[in-house]
């Protein structure tokens, strides 16, 4: 802090509503504090910035209008006021006291003045750090979580890579070194994975073969493709069918290389071209879930993402399994998906939960559609985790606290089973708004996420208004709406 050189002389013909207004305009919150420690008068330098009960604090001790906790606060912030004369304390975190919180934090100096122990403390409304300090603390631990499982990923990816049968080599995309090496490929090579890692993949190979894998490299970086070529390992002259994919890893472009043995030559046969193992390994490689079902939404295939959102016990195999068996509303939300798929061929941003093995539920975003011409038809499903997603400051349009303001200005103009009559009204109404969103103005469907009968739900549509149902039967179809149904179902 760095104090006023000549205070006598340049504000000495300061007035008191001179002083005030300064006080005013540099201070979020001022109090005047006579020498018990009783608030004398107050000043709030912004209407956003008003306190719960602000109003009372004038004739109370200031000790009442903070939380518990800030009290030895107060009184160390009056003691050192009254022993520094015209010395301003140093600022001390205050909390007063509101509804639904912890309190809210206000940073306090104090400063004595006048003969009869009068003193002046400024605030600083900390509201907005406060709010940004918890934002910092809720991206933090999201990326605390999201590094976690990148290391379990990578474990996992580590663990695939050592065991697999399937030599496999990956090579920087520029000089075509070898980044990574498995244990089956050092084995075609006869030497360690250690020796291999950092040295050109070529001096590998005969002096024969070298021009032959460069040019695969160099066709494999220019189109992103390449064909199937035969090279001999230096080694032991062994025979090697190699092929080669390229990917892009941190903006860098990286080969991956698959070797086969002649003993393997025989099953190369019913694999998969290098374009469609490709497109295999990128969606299994995705770190979205991806569900391939047939048109009953049994698992036909799935990527390993899938399995890590379900937390699936090691050895379980989600194929041959209804889809249902883990979307969160059991026998609607996929009944819902099915019947907008027949529909409309493609469904976006489905909101639902996933629920695992051991209890554990996520909130999923589900986009899929229909292939209706594949052999066999089938359907697909894109499953993204939005738990981890930071929830915005502001409200929705939709939300209840906005109509519960409506509702409270009901409180002593009518009985309070009114107000709560009102209440569930508007709950009701907003969860029948929502089940028909979500199953895109499909009212049987609708009816069947509520609980409610297809009576029921036409005679609470009618009752608050929510469509003309007149010449729209449950499910779409033209046809005259039912006319009876109990409401209080």
Wanted: glycine share 10%.
């Amino acid at each position: 802090m760095t104090p006023f050189d000549a205070p006598e002389q340049l504000l000495a013909d300061i007035d008191a509503r001179a002083t005030a207004a300064l006080i005013s305009a540099a201070a979020d919150v001022a109090l005047v504090i006579d020498g018990q420690g009783v608030i004398r008068d107050v000043s709030i330098g912004n209407d956003e910035l008003v306190y719960e009960g602000s109003d009372d604090w004038v004739g109370r001790h200031w000790l009442e209008t903070v939380t518990v906790e800030s009290r030895p606060k107060v009184l160390a912030l009056l003691r050192e006021a009254a022993a520094n004369h015209h010395a301003q304390t140093p600022w001390r975190q205050l909390n007063h006291p509101q509804a639904g919180s912890a309190g809210v934090p206000v940073m306090y100096s104090a400063v004595q003045y006048g003969e009869q122990g009068r003193v002046v403390a400024v605030g600083r409304d900390l509201r907005t750090v406060s709010s940004l300090q918890q934002r910092l603390v809720d991206a933090q631990q999201a990326m605390e979580r999201d590094y976690m499982r990148l290391r379990q990923a990578e474990a996992r990816y580590r663990l695939l890579f050592d065991t697999v049968s399937e030599a496999l080599v990956v090579l920087d995309g520029s000089a075509y070194t070898v980044l990574e090496i498995n244990p089956a490929a050092a084995r075609l090579f006869g030497e360690g994975q250690r020796r291999l890692t950092g040295r050109p993949l070529v001096e590998a190979l005969t002096p024969a073969s070298r021009q032959a894998a460069l040019d695969l490299f160099v066709g494999v970086r220019a189109t992103g493709r390449g064909d199937e070529i035969t090279v001999q390992a230096a080694e032991g002259g062994q025979s090697l069918q190699m092929s080669a994919t390229l990917f892009r890893q941190d903006g860098a472009s990286v080969v991956l290389v698959r070797l086969l043995a002649p003993a393997a030559e025989g099953s190369a046969a019913t694999v998969t071209g290098p374009a469609d193992s490709a497109l295999l390994r990128a969606i299994d490689s995705v770190p979205d879930a991806f569900v391939v079902t047939d048109p009953q939404g049994r698992v036909l295939a799935a990527n390993s993402a899938f399995a890590e959102l379900l937390q699936l016990p090691a050895g379980e195999r989600p194929q041959g399994q209804s889809l249902d068996r883990w979307m969160g509303r059991s026998g609607v939300d996929l009944n819902v998906l099915l019947g907008a798929l027949r529909q409309h061929g493609v469904v976006r941003l489905f909101p639902t939960t996933l629920r695992g093995p051991y209890g554990a539920t996520t909130q999923v975003e589900i986009s899929a559609v229909s292939v209706p011409q594949g052999d066999p038809p089938c359907l697909g499903f894109t499953i993204r985790d939005v738990g981890r997603r930071l929830a915005p400051d502001t409200r929705g349009a939709r939300e209840l606290p906005r109509s519960a303001g409506q509702l409270a200005e009901l409180v002593g103009r009518v009985p309070l089973k009114d107000i709560v009559g009102e209440t569930v009204d508007l709950i009701e109404k907003l969860c029948i708004e929502a089940a028909l969103e979500l199953t895109r103005d499909n009212r049987a469907s609708a009816a069947e996420m509520l609980g409610l009968s297809r009576q029921s739900l036409y005679v609470k549509l009618r009752r608050y208004g929510l469509g003309d149902l007149g010449g729209v039967s449950a499910d779409g179809a033209a046809g005259p709406a039912p006319t009876s149904g109990g409401a209080g179902e």
